[in-house]
């Protein structure tokens, strides 16, 4: 069974600095692609930050410049450093994967639970 945990969320002033990690566990054959999207209350979930097909990064408009994402490591976690906190970026930031699990199915895409990110003073 394929699982993500997402960690890392918290309230920060703006201005302030993150990290996030999302980690897939289970018997795993390859990982096409995993990020983070976010959704704030009223709000469509929109990209926050991605990597695809390798060391292939693709950042959402708003996030562009401010944040980045690693490569996945060994351990099938990947992390996003978020800089320059706005309010704006109160949301909560949920991690995706697409992957082959290695007990077959084809391409699935899976979802953690989401972790909450509060930019306030």
């Known amino acids: 069974q394929v699982q993500l945990v997402e960690s890392g969320g918290g309230l920060v002033q703006p201005g302030g600095t993150l990290r996030l990690s999302c980690a897939a566990s289970g018997r795993i054959d390859n990982i096409v692609s995993m990020g983070w999207y976010r959704q704030a209350p009223g709000r469509q979930r929109e990209l926050v930050a991605e990597i695809i097909n390798g060391p292939n990064p693709n950042y959402g408009d708003s996030t562009k410049g401010r944040f980045t994402i690693s490569g996945i490591d060994a351990n099938n976690t990947v992390y996003l450093q978020m800089s320059s906190l706005e309010p704006g970026d109160t949301a909560v930031y949920y991690c995706?994967?697409?992957?082959?699990?290695?007990?077959?199915?084809?391409?699935?895409?899976?979802w953690g639970k989401g972790t909450q990110v509060a930019v306030s003073s």
């Open positions: 995706y994967a697409r992957l082959t699990p290695a007990d077959g199915g084809g391409l699935t895409e899976y």
